[in-house]
């Protein structure tokens, strides 16, 4: 069974991630296959939209990243490779490009939706960064869409792993519409039959059937704005929990206790990196952003300045006992102060050359030595 497949209609292409027992988690086959689809499509001329979405509960609930667990480092900078091309296709796409994203949307998928031009939520969307948990940090040009949410937003999402709802989304600007579940299918079958790429006919006929102003739940995290941006604005992670922890003094509040704790359960070291990561992505533009999370993530898989992803990964996803013994995670954090400027692990992450965010072929973009 393929894990990739395309419907054909007239002048529109709509690509389907099929692989629902695994939420669409996509792996290294499927994002070559999807690669290769999207710079086919891009070249034909008789392909004026393409519409991506997911089989089952799913858009897509990240990358495969058990894989890495049993390859080299040089191998996963392969996968790596693909990876990052992909979303640096789909940021620059010449084609107009519509995501519908129905349920889980998470790590590496979000990345697969957010960089599209028109992305569609609805009432079953849910969107999660959860990578600190895994040791790993928010990658795929995250760093690039988190900094450009409203006030520090970003910083609490990719810092965190919180959940956020289809509103929400919307709300944050991670969404362009929202679409009540039950106008999904109608909502397909007009972009079909229109059968144009024209930006503007696309956006009125998503608009035609959105819910222009999804209402927020009473104890959605957007409404926190004013204590995440006076708490997540300072400087460093250490900074940043001692924030929240006055402001649970002042108030007992389910949210920042839960909050305080997952910051606090996260790999230390997954924090930092993260943090850095979002505040860099801020001065750069989206090809820079994914240069520079992409050699991240090779010295990442090399393990040498720190092995936390692999304990995240056997616990929470071969083990499952969920409790990795991350590095220092018993330690106060201030034992990696002012890994957040002067590492060696962020001067190793840095981007090397320069890079005109058009320029193609996208081979030349990822690579390593």
């Known amino acids: 069974m393929s894990h990739v497949l395309v419907k054909q209609t007239s002048n529109v292409r709509t690509i389907i991630l099929n692989n629902p027992q695994q939420l669409n988690a996509l792996t290294p086959e499927m994002a070559s296959q999807i690669l290769e689809l999207l710079n086919a499509y891009e070249e034909d001329r008789s392909v004026k939209l393409v519409i991506v979405k997911g089989e089952g509960k799913a858009f897509c609930a990240g990358g495969a990243v058990s894989v890495f667990l049993n390859v080299s480092w040089k191998e996963a900078a392969t996968v790596f490779s693909t990876a990052y091309t992909l979303d640096y296709l789909i940021a620059t796409y010449a084609k107009t490009q519509v995501s519908l994203i129905r349920g889980i949307v998470m790590g590496g998928g979000a990345a697969f939706a957010v960089h599209g031009r028109f992305r569609v939520v609805t009432d079953n969307t849910v969107f999660a960064m959860p990578e600190t948990a895994l040791g790993l940090f928010p990658d795929v040009g995250a760093s690039y869409y988190l900094s450009r949410l409203p006030g520090f937003f970003g910083e609490y999402v990719g810092l965190t792993g919180a959940r956020l709802d289809g509103a929400e989304m919307l709300a944050c600007g991670l969404a362009t519409h929202f679409v009540p579940l039950e106008k999904f299918s109608a909502l397909e079958d007009a972009l079909c039959k229109a059968n144009t790429g024209d930006p503007k006919i696309i956006n009125n006929i998503i608009h035609h059937f959105s819910n222009k102003n999804p209402k927020l739940k009473r104890k959605s995290q957007f409404f926190r704005l004013k204590t995440i941006n006076s708490c997540f604005s300072r400087r460093t992670i250490e900074e940043i929990i001692s924030a929240l922890e006055k402001e649970a003094d002042k108030n007992k509040d389910d949210w920042i206790s839960w909050t305080i704790k997952t910051l606090k359960k996260a790999s230390p070291t ?53 409790n990795p013994k991350v590095k220092d995670s018993k330690e106060n954090l201030g034992v990696l102060s002012g890994l957040g400027n002067r590492s060696k692990w962020v001067q190793i992450a840095q981007v090397t050359l320069d890079l005109a965010a058009s320029c193609k072929p996208y081979t030349i973009l990822f690579h390593f030595s």
């Open 270 to 322: 997954s924090l930092k990196i993260s943090l850095r990561s979002i505040r860099t992505g801020r001065l750069q533009g989206v090809g820079q952003c994914l240069i520079r999370e992409y050699r991240m993530s090779c010295t990442v898989i090399r393990g040498k300045v720190c092995r936390d992803f692999f304990e995240g990964c056997r616990a929470l996803l071969v083990d499952k006992d969920k």
